[in-house]
């Protein structure tokens, strides 16, 4: 694959192309940005960062809910070739503070609720600033010499100045980086206790960017629903850099998106591709679709052979129905799909598959489009971006550590040499930590975490979150970690109070519901996975901002 044409190329040809046509539109708001729109502002920030002084390489940092700011402050960023610092808004004030002086960011782009739980004395790299809520300068260090102040006072007369008369589509024009350059500083989440910087350069970005144009996952005025964490590089990749490299209108959710206001949006946006997490399809199955096939009555209706390729054809079109009726396909990723969930999804032809990537590869690592999926695949190894390698004896039968190589790879942690040694080889293969097989054109099978793996007392492995799966579509569970006690297995089990609830169940009958759940799940696992115990914790499982579990803190 060519990687002649910069990525900056790509976005000042698109928004030259496609000049007059919808780029963002906030949700519950009748604002929409045209990408000219988008275009003037990316100038316009530009031209700020240019009379305040920030440089090509330098960090700039952004904190805040999904919204057109942050992704006009992200693509002028990444246009000008300064770097872009996505914070999570979910990190703690102490852990973003961190990441800001851990990264040398010297602009602070942030909302201003965020902002008021910093300390500005405590983060000395910052030259200013400056509010994604109102554009306000919130802050500006004394040796910068108000020069982001009167770089904003400035900044219409010098705009008019650079571009008298009407914006132009030939006026964008962006500066050819070069492909190993610094684009993004992307923090992970630290499911293992630390956060590290993961750093993607311009080729990186590229790679992602490429392949979702060559397999048409937008397209010129298609649309898209942006619902995951722009921070997060799977939401940032499908949900922003592609679409805005092709043409796409994309309506950003900035809401929490619970189920029910998700799918009034996607109802009203009717995307023509649904980029999702796991969680959602996995709740929409336990709460709606799992307690009507699970009745006694229904059962046996099932049974039958023809009434059940007629109701599963309904149950299809009612989900086809809430995430818009309009979509190509459903593209899980950003965690495990639970097998369960997975099958009957298959069973009934809903239109989905199941990627694979990591930050480290901004993300992608392995898709294929719904109508080739292997079920109970990751998809296929990027073909002309990636190589894929299992190290174990025997690829397609013995699970081992997955190992990528290519175009998405990053350069590194920043500012942390052991890290980057310990996970990429002097060959250039990043260690994903992730257990599998692989079949030989490159489609891959995720078992498991390496760190999570639990060597059984017979020399098994097991997988901790394999039986995790099959335990949490069990009733009144609502999530579960297996853990490792005195060479037994332990399931730690938050319960599922609204169910059971609704049920009638009390707290003294707990004890024999999760016992009877036990015995269940023990029927549904293999001899060398049977969960010993069930043992209940009082509060929900801590997690990153990223919502994964922080194992670590369990595995004691």
């Known amino acids: 694959m060519s990687t002649e044409e910069s990525l900056n190329k790509i976005y000042a040809a698109s928004f030259r192309d496609n000049w007059t046509l919808p780029a963002l539109s906030e949700y519950g708001s009748d604002?929409?940005?045209?990408?000219?729109?988008?275009?003037?502002?990316?100038?316009?920030?530009?031209?700020t960062f240019e009379l305040a002084g920030i440089k090509r390489g330098d960090k700039i940092a952004l904190i805040g809910k999904n919204s057109p700011g942050w992704i006009i402050t992200f693509m002028a960023t990444?246009?000008?070739?300064?770097?872009?610092?996505?914070?999570?808004?979910?990190?703690?004030?102490?852990?973003?503070?961190?990441?800001?002086n851990h990264s040398e960011s010297v602009l602070l782009f942030v909302e201003n609720n965020i902002w008021e739980t910093f300390e500005f004395e405590n983060l000395p790299n910052l030259h200013g600033?400056?509010?994604?809520?109102?554009?306000?300068?919130?802050?500006?260090?004394?040796?910068?010499?108000?020069?982001?102040?009167?770089?904003?006072?400035?900044?219409?007369?010098?705009?008019?100045?650079?571009?008298?008369?009407k914006f132009l589509p030939g006026y964008v024009e962006y500066p050819d980086m070069n492909p190993d350059d610094l684009a993004v500083i992307n923090y992970t989440s630290g499911t293992t206790g630390f956060s590290k910087g993961v750093m993607l350069t311009y080729r990186n970005l590229w790679g992602n960017v490429t392949f979702g144009i060559q397999s048409r996952l937008h397209f010129q005025g298609s649309r898209a629903l942006s619902f995951l964490p722009l921070a997060h590089a799977y939401g940032c990749a499908f949900d922003m850099l592609v679409p805005l490299a092709v043409g796409t209108h994309v309506t950003v959710f900035g809401k929490l998106p619970s189920p029910m206001l998700l799918m009034k949006a996607l109802a009203q946006v009717r995307p023509n591709l649904v980029i999702c997490v796991p969680l959602i399809l996995e709740k929409i199955y336990r709460k709606q679709i799992l307690p009507m096939i699970s009745r006694r009555g229904m059962r046996w209706?099932?049974?039958?052979?023809?009434?059940?390729?007629?109701?599963?054809?309904?149950?299809?079109?009612?989900?086809?129905?809430?995430f818009g009726g309009e979509f190509e396909e459903v593209i899980i990723g950003g965690a495990p799909l639970n097998h369960e969930v997975e099958d009957f999804l298959h069973r009934i032809k809903f239109p989905f598959t199941v990627g694979y990537g990591m930050t480290e590869c901004g993300p992608l690592i392995s898709y294929t489009p719904w109508r080739q999926f292997?079920?109970?695949?990751?998809?296929?190894?990027?073909?002309?971006?990636?190589?894929?390698?299992?190290?174990?004896?025997?690829?397609?039968e013995i699970p081992g550590e997955i190992c990528v190589k290519g175009t998405n790879v990053m350069k590194g942690y920043y500012k942390n040499t052991g890290a980057t040694e310990a996970v990429l080889d002097a060959d250039g293969w990043l260690h994903t930590g992730d257990m599998g097989t692989r079949n030989p054109d490159g489609t891959i099978f995720i078992k498991g975490r390496y760190k999570t793996m639990i060597l059984s007392s017979n020399g098994q492995n097991i997988y901790p979150e394999e039986i995790e799966a099959k335990l949490n579509n069990m009733p009144y569970v609502s999530e579960s970690l297996v853990v490792e006690r005195n060479n037994r297995l332990v399931a730690l089990v938050y319960p599922d109070y609204e169910a059971m609830d609704s049920d009638g169940i009390t707290h003294r009958d707990l004890?024999?519901?999760?016992?009877?759940?036990?015995?269940?799940?023990?029927?549904?696992?293999?001899?060398?996975?049977?969960?010993?115990?069930?043992?209940?914790?009082?509060?929900?499982?801590?997690?990153?901002?990223?919502?994964?579990?922080?194992r670590y803190?369990?595995?004691a």
């Open 31 to 47: 604002k929409t940005f045209t990408y000219c729109d988008l275009a003037v502002r990316i100038a316009k920030m530009h031209l």
């Open 78 to 100: 990444i246009t000008y070739g300064a770097t872009i610092v996505p914070i999570l808004q979910d990190f703690n004030p102490t852990d973003a503070q961190h990441i800001l």
């Open 129 to 165: 600033v400056i509010s994604l809520t109102n554009g306000k300068i919130l802050a500006e260090h004394p040796l910068n010499e108000d020069r982001i102040k009167k770089a904003v006072k400035a900044l219409s007369r010098k705009f008019n100045k650079r571009y008298p008369g």
């Open 301 to 322: 209706v099932l049974a039958i052979p023809g009434i059940d390729k007629a109701f599963y054809s309904l149950i299809r079109k009612k989900l086809v129905e809430a």
């Open 374 to 396: 292997i079920v109970g695949s990751s998809g296929q190894t990027l073909p002309g971006l990636m190589q894929s390698k299992i190290l174990s004896d025997d690829e397609q």
């Open 511 to 550: 004890e024999e519901v999760m016992e009877k759940i036990r015995v269940d799940l023990n029927k549904l696992v293999a001899p060398y996975e049977k969960v010993d115990k069930i043992q209940l914790i009082a509060n929900e499982f801590q997690k990153t901002p990223k919502r994964s579990i922080k």
């Open 553 to 555: 803190l369990y595995n």
